[in-house]
């Protein structure tokens, strides 16, 4: 079975292997591994050591995300949030339920944030203290200039918060080079490759150091968390996902033998592979490849009476591809995940597999009944 939902993604086999024992997550030896993936994160972020922090977090992203919202923006405080999908809205959610106020900038549904309406919306509103973006927004596929924008900010005196989660080992990030970012927010199942259970934040130590008392929540308080890691022999504070964390060590072991930039152009050939099938296939990618990411394609529904997403994806499922039975764009699409342990042969047969899929839909069809056209050629 290839996950194609986008994360949890595909795992090589090495890592699904380390789970596949029991972990004592306070033994000595588990708490040196525990530092030791830790540390592997900071140097995904190209952070320094002695400027950031890599701190674990039990759970799935969005958990870290509200984490890193209650930790470094103080209760009743302003952020900008532009508004560039469904990632963004829970971004936007968590905040206002965590009593912090978030400001959305509108965003188009095919546009990147653009960096002078950034500049602007700070510039007019000096309370808002933090700029909170999603870099690979995966409910579009569109991807942001995160650099960019968080050196806008840096040049008007305000932090930045990232939400990463989708991006973090494949889009180009060096934290040494973004001294305004305060929070990037990862997990450990979409591209460093690893199983669910654990997200992380990198974050500097100064404004973790600023940042005591803030979050108003012991469990999602990364300050704390912060503190607990600058003990002698530091290991988890609560209960880590232990076995996903070994995994994790294991994909980031395999990370970093491949390296970013082949990981980032495995994906962009997924990407192509994929994109270019979809139109041979005689469907319409919701992006104009000018702005498609490398993450994520959104893929427009067939425009045909028999068209049903779930018995798409059932039916595609019957075949070895699993893919979201949801989708986060206002027209209806599906959407296909680039990212994960395969390359472009797979998600060729995947191509092919999404023709023969949506075959097995329009043979349930009443021929010509609706005198309407069939888009797809049935090429399986
Ligand atoms: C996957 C993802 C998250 C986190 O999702 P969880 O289900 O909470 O792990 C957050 N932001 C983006 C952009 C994502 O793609």
């Given at each position: 079975m290839l996950l194609l939902i986008p994360g949890p993604v595909t795992t090589d086999a090495r890592v699904k292997a380390a789970m596949a024992q029991d972990y004592a997550p306070w033994d000595n030896d588990f708490r040196q591994a525990y530092r030791q993936v830790c540390d592997s994160v900071l140097r995904v972020a190209q952070a320094a050591p002695d400027e950031h922090a890599a701190l674990a977090l039990p759970g799935c992203g969005h958990f870290a995300v509200e984490a890193a919202i209650r930790t470094f923006v103080p209760q009743g405080g302003r952020l900008l949030a532009p508004s560039t999908g469904a990632y963004a809205a829970r971004l936007q959610r968590l905040a206002a339920d965590a009593g912090r106020i978030a400001v959305p900038l509108p965003v188009g549904a095919a546009e990147r944030v653009a960096p002078q309406a950034v500049a602007a919306a700070l510039e007019r509103d000096p309370s808002l203290t933090h700029l909170a973006l999603v870099y690979s927004e995966t409910g579009s596929g569109i991807c942001h200039d995160v650099p960019e924008l968080a050196r806008i900010a840096h040049a008007l005196g305000r932090r930045v918060i990232v939400?990463?989660?989708?991006a973090f080992g494949a889009l180009p990030l060096d934290l040494r080079d973004l001294p305004a970012v305060d929070a990037v927010v990862l997990t450990a199942n979409k591209c460093l490759e690893g199983l669910p259970g654990a997200a992380f934040v990198v974050a500097r130590r100064d404004s973790l150091e600023a940042a005591r008392g803030n979050a108003g929540s012991w469990s999602l308080d990364l300050a704390d968390i912060y503190e607990h890691t600058l003990q002698p022999n530091a290991g988890p504070r609560f209960t880590p996902p232990a076995p996903t964390l070994a995994a994790l060590a294991v994909a980031l072991d395999l990370y970093h033998e491949e390296g970013r930039e082949a990981r980032l152009a495995r994906y962009t050939a997924n990407m192509r592979t994929l994109y270019d099938g979809i139109g041979a296939l005689g469907l319409v990618p919701y992006l104009p490849p000018a702005l498609q990411g490398p993450i994520v394609v959104n893929v427009r529904a067939?425009?045909?009476?028999?068209?049903n997403l779930q018995l798409f994806v059932d039916a595609l499922k019957r075949r070895g591809y699993v893919l979201s039975n949801?989708?986060?764009?206002?027209q209806p699409t599906f959407r296909v995940g680039?990212?994960?342990?395969?390359?472009p042969d797979q998600m060729r047969q995947a191509v092919d597999a999404m023709g023969a899929a949506l075959g097995d839909i329009s043979i349930t069809r009443e021929p010509a009944a609706s005198g309407g056209f069939f888009p797809f050629p049935l090429t399986a």
């Open positions: 939400d990463a989660v989708s067939p425009d045909a009476p028999t068209w949801f989708y986060n764009t206002e680039c990212i994960g342990a395969f390359g």
